[in-house]
């Protein structure tokens, strides 16, 4: 599976982004797919998670306000980001395993290049 990330930006507070993340393969639909963030200095954590079967994961940091969602027939998940806050800086990055979600990152085999958000206050 190759992934491909999308959509970072520079964003005031308060605003929206949504991100993409472009995945191959065909068995797309049997995969997890995860959104971690990397903010320098930090270690990467995870932001949310949707299974193969729909089921979705919110760090508490974010709940409410980001919401994660899949398009299988086009291979492709969104983060959809709204209410930005400056500590929401960060690369992010998709990332996929087989079935279930993960909540380390050690529990994805794949991931993408990472995209930079940039939140000013």
């Known amino acids: 599976v190759q992934l491909q990330a999308s959509g970072g930006g520079l964003v005031q507070a308060g605003g929206s982004l949504r991100l993409s993340c472009a995945a191959s393969?065909?068995?797309?639909?049997?995969?997890?797919m995860g959104w971690f963030r990397q903010a320098p200095g930090k270690e990467r954590e995870l932001v949310a998670f949707?299974?193969?079967?729909?089921?979705?994961y919110y760090a508490d940091s974010v709940k409410g306000r980001f919401t994660i969602a899949r398009d299988n027939p086009r291979t492709q998940v969104y983060l959809q980001m709204n209410s930005l806050k400056p500590e929401d800086t960060a690369v992010y990055y998709c990332?996929?395993?087989w079935g279930s979600g993960a909540l380390g990152a050690n529990g994805y085999e794949y991931w993408g290049q990472g995209t930079l958000v940039t939140v000013s206050s």
């Open positions: 949707i299974s193969s079967g729909g089921s979705t």
């Open positions: 990332a996929a395993r």
């Open positions: 393969g065909r068995t797309f639909s049997n995969y997890a």
